[in-house]
């Protein structure tokens, strides 16, 4: 009787516990096919493209990437918990892990409070990543973060953020990126300079506007050296609800001090902007059509990415997506598509300087 009752008690403080915790095991499948033109062909010994060619390929991610990732919570009772996100990228074209290491994506710690919001720790999208609602294709392969070549996406490391709960219709989010190394801002000791941002956003039936600064500095002398790597950016950003409509758009002005520019490939200034609009259709149907444009800076030229494209959900989880886009460039740029790194080489991806870059892909998420 003695070992059934000790038993009971076990039991019912293993299934307390169960009550008060959770584990959410959660991913997403993201898979397409892609031709595009424009992709730089016949390389000299440097490297350099002399020509360019058309390719099809399978590719991931082109609508968005693919991850998987576990989610907790420990409820402490009066409003409090503990929570824990890991979340590792993948190509499920060939299967293949980031090279950032295991959950490259998340990998932190905190507490939430219903009155007070949450605070974490740890590895997490950078703040410069909540464009992401405001931007009519939520940050996919051709969008918010191709002409900027990724300052709008990056991922960072050593982390402390808060996100406030609404307040009137307001809230607050801010992150600050400690560089880990012996000087403060950075100083090559580490992989990552210092890194902040913030912005507050309000929302209401008929709209939602954001105002964002953020900075990233560069690792080696903790320095705004490159407005593609380490600059200063401030972004202001509005989506208007319109029935069947949600109409976006953006400006960001990105800024360097104390860089050395050369021309075509690291200016000190940058103008970015963009609108678009979504129609939904229906309650599985959206369209969407947009335009990006940058401006750069020291004879960097200015290019233009135009796209359309839309969605349709056959199920809550199973979505069918596809996209039409084109980046034109003026003489001196050569933006393409994707928010590669500067350069003419074949590796780089990009298109030969003042020519454009045009394609089409078809693919398929899923969700669990």
């Given at each position: 009787?003695?070992?059934?009752?000790?038993?009971?008690?076990?039991?019912?403080?293993?299934?307390?516990?169960?009550?008060?915790?959770?584990?959410?095991?959660?991913?997403r499948?993201?898979?397409?096919?892609?031709?595009?033109?424009?992709?730089?062909?016949?390389?000299?010994?440097?490297?350099?493209?002399?020509?360019?060619?058309?390719?099809?390929?399978?590719?991931?991610?082109?609508?968005?990437?693919?991850?998987?990732?576990?989610?907790?919570a420990?409820?402490?009772?009066?409003?409090?918990?503990?929570?824990?996100?890991?979340?590792?990228?993948?190509?499920?074209?060939?299967?293949?892990?980031?090279?950032?290491?295991?959950?490259?994506?998340?990998?932190?710690?905190?507490v939430?409070?219903?009155?007070?919001?949450?605070?974490?720790?740890?590895?997490?999208?950078?703040?410069?990543?909540?464009?992401?609602?405001?931007?009519?294709?939520?940050?996919?392969?051709w969008?918010?973060?191709?002409?900027?070549?990724?300052?709008?996406?990056?991922?960072?490391?050593?982390?402390?953020?808060?996100?406030?709960?609404?307040?009137?219709?307001?809230?607050?989010?801010?992150?600050?990126?400690?560089?880990?190394?012996?000087?403060?801002?950075?100083?090559?000791?580490?992989?990552?300079?210092?890194?902040?941002?913030?912005?507050?956003?309000?929302?209401?039936?008929?709209?939602?506007?954001?105002?964002?600064?953020?900075?990233?500095?560069?690792?080696?002398?903790?320095?705004?050296?490159?407005p593609?790597?380490?600059?200063?950016?401030?972004?202001?950003?509005?989506?208007?609800?319109?029935?069947?409509?949600?109409?976006?758009?953006?400006?960001?002005?990105?800024?360097?001090?104390?860089?050395?520019?050369?021309?075509g490939?690291?200016?000190t200034?940058?103008?970015?902007?963009?609108?678009?609009?979504?129609?939904?259709?229906?309650?599985?149907?959206?369209?969407?059509?947009?335009?990006?444009?940058?401006?750069?800076?020291?004879?960097?030229?200015?290019?233009?990415?135009?796209t359309?494209?839309?969605?349709?959900?056959?199920?809550?989880?199973?979505?069918?997506?596809?996209?039409?886009?084109?980046?034109?460039?003026s003489?001196s740029?050569?933006?393409?598509?994707?928010?590669?790194?500067?350069?003419?080489t074949?590796?780089?991806?990009?298109?030969?300087?003042?020519?454009?870059?045009?394609?089409?892909?078809?693919?398929?998420?899923?969700?669990?």
């Amino acid at each position: 009787m003695k070992k059934i009752f000790v038993s009971t008690i076990l039991i019912g403080m293993a299934l307390d516990a169960h009550a008060q915790s959770s584990v959410t095991l959660y991913g997403r499948l993201d898979e397409a096919l892609e031709y595009m033109t424009g992709v730089p062909a016949n390389p000299n010994a440097s490297g350099i493209a002399q020509g360019s060619t058309n390719r099809f390929r399978v590719m991931g991610g082109d609508w968005q990437g693919s991850y998987w990732g576990i989610k907790g919570a420990e409820d402490l009772g009066g409003g409090n918990r503990v929570l824990f996100h890991l979340e590792s990228g993948f190509n499920i074209t060939n299967g293949q892990g980031s090279s950032d290491g295991l959950f490259n994506r998340w990998a932190e710690i905190g507490v939430a409070n219903d009155r007070y919001g949450t605070f974490m720790m740890g590895r997490q999208l950078f703040i410069a990543n909540d464009v992401w609602d405001f931007d009519p294709f939520g940050q996919s392969f051709w969008s918010s973060a191709s002409l900027v070549r990724g300052r709008n996406w990056p991922f960072s490391s050593n982390n402390i953020s808060y996100q406030s709960p609404k307040f009137g219709g307001f809230d607050f989010a801010g992150q600050y990126s400690l560089s880990n190394a012996t000087s403060f801002n950075g100083n090559g000791t580490t992989a990552q300079g210092r890194e902040a941002g913030a912005h507050i956003t309000y929302t209401s039936a008929l709209f939602q506007v954001r105002a964002m600064y953020d900075e990233i500095r560069d690792p080696a002398n903790g320095g705004f050296d490159n407005p593609f790597t380490a600059s200063r950016e401030y972004s202001a950003m509005v989506n208007l609800f319109l029935g069947q409509f949600k109409v976006q758009g953006s400006y960001q002005a990105i800024r360097t001090s104390g860089g050395t520019a050369t021309a075509g490939v690291a200016p000190t200034s940058l103008d970015h902007e963009w609108g678009g609009v979504t129609w939904q259709a229906t309650p599985a149907a959206a369209l969407i059509a947009a335009v990006y444009h940058v401006n750069a800076n020291k004879g960097a030229g200015n290019a233009t990415l135009y796209t359309v494209g839309g969605s349709y959900n056959f199920s809550k989880r199973t979505m069918l997506n596809m996209q039409i886009a084109t980046t034109r460039n003026s003489k001196s740029a050569n933006f393409g598509l994707f928010p590669n790194n500067a350069g003419t080489t074949v590796s780089s991806d990009n298109p030969l300087t003042g020519h454009s870059q045009s394609g089409v892909y078809v693919g398929v998420q899923h969700l669990f």
